[in-house]
Structure formats: C-alpha cells, structure tokens
C-alpha cells in the first residue's frame, strides 16, 4: 500500500475542488483504477462555503450558560449548539456533541485552518458529498475510485487525534471479519474492520494537522473493495456501542 500525498494551493469557498485534485493528481501521474482518494473534511467544508465569521454570529441566551462552563467565546459556543445534533457534556475548553450520528469534539466546529476571526464547519451531508466527489472525479479520471472524507478525532482515554472517515463513497467502509479463522483455526465472532476509518487515520499521518498544505491523499494498491452502493455502514446505534451503552447522558 502507498499513501501519496496531493499539495493543493489554498482552496477558497466556491473552487472546483474535483477540478483542483485532478489537477494535483499528475503528481502521482493521475488517479487509476482501485484508487481510493482521502480528503480532508476542512477543504470540503471550505469549498462549501462553510466558513463562519464570528463577528456575525449572535449567541443565544443557552450559548452564554455553556459558554461560563466551557470557556470558549459566546458566538463559537453558539455555533456548536446549532450544529450539534445532541449535546453529551461540556468541560473546560471543549463541548462534546454527536453530529451526523459521530461523536465529535464541538459538533466539528473548528478555528484551526480557518481565516482570523473565522471557523470552518463540518461538510454539509459528507456522505452525500463524498458521493459527488467520487462522480467528479472516477468520470474525469476514467477510473474505478474510492472517495472518503477525513476527519480528526481522539479516542477514549488516548491522548492525540487519529482519522475518521465521516464520509465514503465507491467502496465498503467496513469489513466484516465473523467467521474468519484466527492464529489457531477458532473463528472470530464479533470483530468488524473499519478500513475505511484505518485509511483515513494512515493518510492522516501524510496530511499532518498544520501548515503543511497536504489535504489530500491517495491511497494506492489497498485491498479495499470499491462498490457503487456498500453494502454496511459504519455508524451504528448507541445501543450497539461499547462506550455508548455502558454510560447514561443526560
């Protein structure tokens, strides 16, 4: 497997993005069948248009409540409160929130990588926008790709981001392993891969987290089975999560 790194120039609200990462893809002389091509959530959203002045934004009566326990400005505070699609808890300096049915820091809202005085929200419907992407790019390209959308994430009690594919397309996100044998012939019961959470932290390590203009990645000679429609999904519900089910929010 080789994961190549595309340097894009800044990419602004309204660019071709498709256009720009097939421009970028001659670096690697182009995008080929069984590609899968790893792009971050930030230019997404940013090409979107979903960057945020926060000078424009008025903080709710709620906003300042939650603002007093976390910290963090009043109009950045009531951007998460807006996006987030359920709140779990608030603590000094972060709002933990389930967005598009991921648990996710600030419900996404993010200041890094965004112009002074401005946030960048999460992609609109990443699903549905990596599935655009993938269009784009396999018809220009004249190849069989797949597409996911990256995102940070931190995990339990683990100090450090890692990538999360909050968006696919063009291949199966998950791998279901039951039945497979292990070192000893004993078949495994309940272990699921999620390849496309594994390939969205390996290209994180191209991207980086700053300066180093590197936003998309493409993973070359995975064994990743690229499919118009998959056919699992990587979210589940509450109920089926390990932490989710132990723990009682309010």
Same mark, same amino acid.
């Given at each position: 497997?080789?994961?190549?790194?595309?340097?894009? =120039?800044?990419?602004?609200?309204?660019?071709d993005l498709p256009a720009m990462i097939l421009d970028a893809a001659q670096q690697v002389g182009g995008l080929r069948d069984g590609d899968v091509v790893v792009v971050s959530s930030k230019v997404v959203a940013t090409?979107?248009?979903?960057?945020?002045?926060?000078?424009?934004?008025?903080?709710?009566?709620?906003?300042k409540k939650i603002a007093a326990k976390s910290g963090q400005a009043l109009e950045f505070v009531e951007l998460v409160l807006r996006e987030a699609g359920q709140i779990l808890g608030v603590s000094k300096g972060v709002i933990l929130t389930v967005k598009n049915g991921i648990v996710c820091a600030n419900a996404g809202v993010d200041a890094s990588n965004a112009p002074p005085g401005h946030v960048v929200l999460m992609p609109a419907? =990443?699903?549905?926008?990596?599935?655009?992407?993938?269009?784009?790019?396999?018809?220009?390209?004249?190849?069989?790709?797949? &597409?996911i959308?990256?995102?940070?994430? &931190?995990?339990?009690?683990?100090?450090?981001?890692?990538?999360?594919?909050?968006g696919v397309a063009g291949m199966e996100p998950?791998?279901?392993?039951r039945g497979q044998p292990?070192?000893?012939?004993?078949?495994?019961?309940?272990?699921?891969?999620?390849?496309?959470?594994q390939l969205a932290t390996a290209a994180q390590v191209v991207m980086g987290e700053g300066n180093?203009?590197?936003?998309?990645?493409? &993973?070359?000679?995975?064994k990743a089975e690229l499919v118009e429609k998959p056919k699992l999904l990587p979210k589940i519900s509450p109920k089926r999560c390990i932490y989710f089910s132990g723990l009682r929010f309010k």
């Amino acid at each position: 497997m080789r994961i190549l790194g595309l340097s894009l =120039p800044l990419v602004k609200p309204g660019d071709d993005l498709p256009a720009m990462i097939l421009d970028a893809a001659q670096q690697v002389g182009g995008l080929r069948d069984g590609d899968v091509v790893v792009v971050s959530s930030k230019v997404v959203a940013t090409a979107q248009g979903r960057v945020m002045e926060l000078a424009k934004v008025r903080p709710s009566a709620r906003a300042k409540k939650i603002a007093a326990k976390s910290g963090q400005a009043l109009e950045f505070v009531e951007l998460v409160l807006r996006e987030a699609g359920q709140i779990l808890g608030v603590s000094k300096g972060v709002i933990l929130t389930v967005k598009n049915g991921i648990v996710c820091a600030n419900a996404g809202v993010d200041a890094s990588n965004a112009p002074p005085g401005h946030v960048v929200l999460m992609p609109a419907k =990443p699903d549905r926008a990596a599935e655009k992407l993938r269009l784009a790019l396999a018809s220009k390209a004249n190849a069989m790709i797949g &597409v996911i959308i990256s995102d940070s994430s &931190v995990k339990p009690l683990r100090l450090g981001t890692v990538g999360q594919a909050i968006g696919v397309a063009g291949m199966e996100p998950v791998i279901d392993c039951r039945g497979q044998p292990d070192l000893y012939g004993k078949p495994l019961r309940i272990t699921f891969r999620a390849i496309a959470d594994q390939l969205a932290t390996a290209a994180q390590v191209v991207m980086g987290e700053g300066n180093e203009r590197m936003p998309v990645v493409v &993973v070359r000679d995975v064994k990743a089975e690229l499919v118009e429609k998959p056919k699992l999904l990587p979210k589940i519900s509450p109920k089926r999560c390990i932490y989710f089910s132990g723990l009682r929010f309010k």
